[in-house]
């Protein structure tokens, strides 16, 4: 027997989900994060706000790296039809790989009074990168942001974009989440104890 579909009121639309919403976006400038920011603006015109967080640039300053960055053909669409969402982007400095993302003081207390959902994109997808580099990136990068969300008091979401891959020893790759095979912060501990050349030699090519 079929069951019953959800009340209407239990179904919200995207622009509803994010209408009066702040969000917080790492990897921003990466495709994926171009892609995200691009369709959350045009699609949700009541959004309230969008952080990104942006790594400094010698000899540019915030409005500069903010104008190069909406002047990507991406959000060319937005400016011809409804430029004014453009203005909803905040920059916000700062650093994956650095304690506290390096962001400033004064700008965490803002994040953290504000931001409601957070995606996380920023990644090094690199299939060669070092797996010392990659643990630091990837792993570690994305228990920084998570520490950062655990103070933003208003919180209701935090979206995590991987990398695509597969169960590449698996004749049937099944849709749920696989295990695992080893813990993922006992191998950040390991890359941090292990030297660079050692990690190389033991990494599977």
Known sequence: MD????PPTMRRSIPDTYAGRTLFITGATGFMGKVLVEKLLRDCPELKCIYLLIRTKR????????????????FDRIRETNRAQLDKIRLVRGDILEDD???????QAELAENVEVVFHCAANVRF???????????????????????RMKRLVAFVHVSTAFCQCNEAVV???????????LGIS???DLVDS????LVTPR
């Open 189 to 191: 501990k390991l890359a």
């Open 174 to 184: 099944e849709e749920r989440a696989y295990p695992a095979p080893h813990s993922p």
């Open 197 to 200: 050349k050692v990690l190389d």
């Open 3 to 6: 069951q019953p579909s959800p």
């Open 101 to 107: 993302l390096d962001i400033a003081n004064g700008d």
């Open 128 to 150: 060669d990168q070092e797996l010392k580099q990659a643990v630091n990136y990837n792993l570690n990068g994305t228990l920084r942001v998570l520490r950062l969300a655990e």
């Open 59 to 74: 000899g540019v300053d915030a409005a500069q790296r903010k104008d190069e960055y909406l002047k990507h053909l991406v």
